[in-house]
């Protein structure tokens, strides 16, 4: 019995493999950040408006050079509002508070530590994936 359950293991390990490696189905929360600060972008954080702290750095070890664009996906439910924090090297940063990521497609960072955001009203959220890997 034990060998038809490892042979069995066995002969599906390559199936969850591949459905594994598939790239995440995109979230309704799911935007481009640009830098044209003229520094690089060290720490990138985005929270819940709803929370007081700052969730982990999604850059990890990378970093976002002035010119480069990052694209932030993720699947946190049914949450609209979120706040977007940005670090450089020199300690300083700047953080735009309750953006409604479920209209926004694009949010370009600007030197004079302003932003412009490219917002689609007729964005339309992805449906609800059936198991969720991780969520923000």
Excluded at 16 to 42: E, K, S
Aim: glycine residues 6%; aromatic residues 8%.
């Amino acid at each position: 019995m034990n060998s038809i359950h490892t042979l069995r293991a066995v002969l599906l390990a390559p199936f969850f493999a591949a459905a594994m490696l598939r790239p995440a189905a995109a979230g309704p929360q799911d935007f481009v950040l640009v830098n044209h600060t003229g520094a690089t972008i060290y720490v990138v954080n985005v929270s819940s408006s709803k929370t007081d702290r700052w969730e982990e750095d999604i850059l990890g070890a990378q970093t976002l050079a002035d010119g480069e664009a990052v694209t932030v996906r993720f699947h946190a439910g049914d949450e609209r509002c979120w706040d977007l924090r940005v670090r450089f090297a020199d300690g300083s940063g700047l953080s735009l508070r309750e953006l409604d990521l479920w209209t926004v497609r694009r949010i370009t960072l600007h030197e004079d530590a302003s932003a412009s955001l490219r917002v689609d009203a007729h964005k339309e959220p992805a449906p609800a994936p059936r198991e969720t890997a991780y969520s923000i």
